[in-house]
């Protein structure tokens, strides 16, 4: 999910804004609904879904693209003002409804027997985030372009790295997973790749050719796809100068300086010492990271980095765990002020649970992790791997 998405159709009643097609045996997922930067509803996962159930045991379609024709965004998120109305309006089916609809989406992705490729271009938020990420595990790719702003925002209307994204974060080098987590921040096509959060770039003036080549050329196997985007893409080696000169690449040995230590007071006090005494590039980029720091919710942030540690399992212990915290987050968290203060009011004076960083206790973040379900209840029971 992602503070970017708009909108507010009830995701019951709403037109699905995705066209599946398959073309040259290769399935097509496109998002449509630009006006609200492609925010999810759950007409729009239920649609994705059932287009990768169609095609997962078709041998005409040898793999999946998703992507979208429109250039502000691949996919900014949920859509936060849906849940936002439909939790003040006691409706909480709606919420559990949407979160485990996309959260079994992200999984069948990433479970996925064919090749999953993503273009990703403009926007890629929260649930954009969760619907591209697994082209990883699926023998497919992560396309970026130039355009390509990615991040998981959440801690700024005071949720967490939902989607599964605290197993991708977990795996990241370094602590950059645990810097992402919890200051939502945003990264450039270039810092991606760095991350290991996108696998390929090409110029986007270059994505009509691949288009064409991709709906006209013959393609034996899946693994023949994947090939001819790969040709297309900048080659291995300047990728690899390209990452490498990324702002992230910049700023990795102050990352892990201080974000691979225990816990977010302690982050913050070791950037504040950097502030006070570190060299000058440090002491600039240490003040920015305190700024965003004291701007966040201090329970979300704590949570988030929680969530991260404990991602070393399954994706489907993750998404079980995400589902959870959506229920906590929405009912003793900071995301229903975090939303009325970023999205409706638009105040950007948020009132948190709780005003410090330093107040929160270990027992808030283990309280906020406590299923409502047991486990042979769980929505999300039926989930492997």
């Known amino acids: ?46 649609t994705m879904h059932a287009a990768l159930d169609r ?11 998703v992507r979208t024709r429109h250039a502000r965004a691949f996919c900014a998120g949920g859509d936060i003002r849906f849940l936002y109305e439909s939790y003040r309006s006691g409706e909480q089916a709606a919420l559990d409804t949407f979160f485990s609809d996309e959260y079994r989406l992200d999984h069948a992705i990433f479970t996925y027997p064919k090749p999953y490729i993503a273009l990703l271009n403009g926007v890629v938020m929260g649930g954009g985030m969760g ?23 959440e801690t700024r209307i005071g949720l967490f790295p939902d989607v599964g994204m605290g197993w991708f974060l977990a795996r ?28 390929v770039s090409l110029d986007e003036a270059a994505w009509p050719g691949l288009l ?14 994947v090939a001819r985007v790969r040709r ?10 390209v990452a ?17 230590l225990a816990d977010v007071p302690a982050m913050l006090a070791s950037l504040e010492a950097a502030q006070r005494g570190g060299e000058e590039g440090e002491a600039e980029w240490a003040e920015q990271t305190v700024g965003v720091l004291r701007e966040r919710s201090p329970l979300s942030m704590a949570v988030s980095l929680e969530v991260v540690s404990r991602a070393e399992g399954t994706m ?70």
Request: glycine share 8%.
């Open 232 to 241: 297309a893409a900048l080659p291995t080696p300047e990728s690899r100068r």
């Open 316 to 385: 489907a212990d993750c998404l079980r765990r995400d589902l959870d915290l959506t229920r906590s987050s929405f009912a003793a968290g900071d995301v229903m002020e975090g939303i009325r203060a970023r999205i409706i009011d638009k105040d950007n004076r948020p009132h948190w649970r709780f005003a410090r960083i330093e107040d929160v206790r270990r027992e808030d973040v283990e309280r906020m992790f406590e299923s409502p379900w047991s486990a042979g209840e769980h929505p999300l029971r039926g989930l492997v791997g």
């Open 172 to 199: 990241t080098p370094g602590a950059i997973g645990r810097y992402l987590a919890v200051t939502g921040e945003t990264l450039d096509a270039a810092s991606a790749l760095y991350a290991g959060l996108a696998d």
């Open 55 to 65: 095609w997962r045991d078709d041998p005409g379609v040898l793999a999946v693209i």
């Open 212 to 225: 064409d080549a991709l709906e006209s050329e013959p393609f034996a196997t899946g693994a023949d796809v």
């Open 131 to 153: 619907i591209s990420q697994g082209a990883h595990r699926t023998g497919g790719l992560r396309l970026v372009g130039a355009s390509a702003r990615m991040a998981m925002p």
């Open 244 to 260: 490498g000169n990324s702002s992230l690449a910049a700023v990795r040995a102050w990352i892990d300086r201080h974000f691979s």
């Open 1 to 46: 999910m992602s503070h970017e998405a708009t909108a507010s159709t009830p995701p019951a009643e709403a037109e699905p804004h995705v066209l599946a097609r398959v073309a040259n045996r290769i399935g097509y997922i496109e998002l449509e609904r630009p006006q609200a930067l492609n925010a999810l509803t759950t007409a729009m996962v239920r």
